[in-house]
């Protein structure tokens, strides 16, 4: 039954998976490990039919063995390959997780390749893939975007490409949810700050600095914690859109100045 003011469909069907009687369906990139695979298992577990998305194909197979989710082998760049793939499979969700943190311990010796990787990756892939997730979804009157930011997107850290390349994608997500009003689709962006994944390793830049920045001595956010705040999220009802979200680990903090010691 309808609200008050006419919802098309209610809380209790997106906690069951289903709009309308019809099973949800969520497309998860970067979903080989961290918070994409933590995302694919919260996701499965509400009964939504979830499309995995990475390059890691020993990951994703594991992945679809334990979820049932269906998995597709790919690198967000490809949108050539993934245009199709989305559009065939229409979410009704996409979470724009794959990124990278090519620069995050200072843009010093960061060579035009990896400079460049981390912006396709981080920004040009997350728009495309989102422009071609888009239609069916306007033309279903419903739908959500959620693209993982990064509190280095919002504040100024030691990672001028990093965090401009977040900050793209907070200005992205702002613009995009401006633009999409009265369409019924939703757009989250959701900034977290330090999580214990395999992020760090994986950045290009000075492995000494990046050492030193894995070993945070803090406890960190688990990919977990980032799932539950996707799944708040899209289980809000839909004339609620959480717009930005900001979980940090109770022993950090962002703020201050900084000076030369």
Request: hydrophobic content about 45%; glycine content about 12%.
């Amino acid at each position: 039954m309808a609200g008050p003011v006419g919802e098309p469909r209610q809380a209790d069907e997106l906690l069951s998976g289903n709009v309308g009687g019809c099973r949800m369906k969520a497309i998860v990139t970067g979903a080989a490990s961290g918070i994409g695979a933590a995302t694919v298992r919260a996701l499965t577990a509400e009964r939504i039919e979830v499309l995995a998305v990475a390059r890691r194909s020993d990951r994703l197979a594991d992945l679809q063995n334990e979820t049932g989710a269906q998995t597709h082998v790919g690198d967000v760049r490809d949108v050539a390959t993934l245009t199709p793939v989305i559009e065939r499979f229409a979410p009704d969700i996409l979470i724009n997780n794959a990124g990278v943190g090519h620069g995050i311990d200072g843009l010093a010796g960061i060579g035009p390749e990896v400079l460049q990787e981390a912006i396709d990756i981080n920004v040009t892939s997350l728009a495309q893939l989102t422009a071609a997730a888009l239609p069916g979804m306007v033309e279903s009157g419903r739908g959500h975007i959620v693209n993982i930011g990064s509190i280095a997107g919002l504040h100024t850290l030691v990672s001028a490409l990093y965090g401009t390349t977040k900050a793209a994608v907070h200005m992205f997500s702002q613009n995009l949810r401006f633009e999409l009003v009265g369409t019924g689709v939703r757009v989250t962006e959701i900034c977290p700050g330090r999580v214990a994944s395999e992020f760090y390793h994986a950045a290009k830049g000075d492995r000494e600095r990046l050492d030193r920045i894995v070993a945070s001595g803090i406890r960190e956010l688990d990919p977990e914690d980032i799932a539950d705040a996707i799944l708040y999220a899209v289980r809000a009802p839909p004339h609620v859109n959480v717009a930005t979200l900001e979980i940090l680990p109770t022993d950090q903090a962002v703020g201050g100045v900084r000076v030369a010691s």
